[in-house]
C-alpha cells in the first residue's frame, strides 16, 4: 500500500496515541486505518479521496448509531459516538461553504452536456473533492436541477 499524506498522519497519530494511551483516539485511528487496509486487500486503489471515502462512512456510521441510541435514551453511547465524531472530522478537510459549493454547482451545471441529476452529481462529487457531504451535494444539485 502506497502511504498517502492523510495515511501517513493517522499513522503518526496511531504512534502518538499508543503512547500517550489515548484510548478513545487510539481506537477511532486504528478502525480507520483497518478499513484502509480491508480496501487495499480487496485491491481498491487506495489515495487520499478514498481515505476521505472511508472518513465519511465511519462518520456516517457514528451518526446513525447516535440517532438510534438517542430513541433508546442512551445518553452514555450518544456521548461516546459524538467524541469519535469529532476525532474523525479532524481528519477530513476543511468544509466548503453553502455559497461555494452552489457556485461550483451552478459552473458544473452551466457547463455540463448531460444535465441530468447523475451526471451533475457526479461532476461535482469529483469536483469538490471530499470538502463537502453527500447528502449535502444531492440536496444542492436537486434545488439548482428545479430551479432551471
Keep these: 500500500m502506497f502511504d498517502t499524506e492523510m495515511i501517513k498522519k493517522l499513522k503518526l497519530d496511531l504512534i502518538k496515541y499508543m503512547k500517550s494511551k489515548e484510548l478513545e483516539k487510539l481506537n477511532v485511528v486504528r478502525g480507520i486505518l483497518n478499513e484502509i487496509n480491508i480496501r487495499d486487500m480487496k485491491n481498491i486503489k487506495i ?15 457514528r451518526k446513525e448509531s447516535i440517532e438510534s441510541f438517542q430513541k433508546a435514551g442512551r445518553n452514555d453511547l ?11 472530522q479532524q481528519y477530513l478537510p476543511k468544509e466548503m461553504s453553502d455559497e461555494e459549493l ?22 461535482t462529487v469529483i469536483a469538490v473533492n471530499g ?11 436537486k434545488k439548482t436541477i428545479e430551479s432551471k
Design 78 to 88: 450518544i456521548e461516546k459516538e459524538s467524541n469519535e465524531m469529532q476525532i474523525i
Design 102 to 123: 452552489f457556485s461550483k454547482i451552478e459552473r458544473i451545471y452551466r457547463e455540463s452536456d448531460d444535465k441530468s441529476f447523475g451526471a451533475v452529481m457526479k461532476a
Design 131 to 141: 470538502q463537502a457531504d453527500g447528502k449535502r451535494i444531492s440536496q444542492m444539485v
Design 47 to 61: 489515495d487520499d479521496n478514498e481515505v476521505v471515502k472511508i472518513l465519511r462512512a465511519e462518520l456516517k456510521k
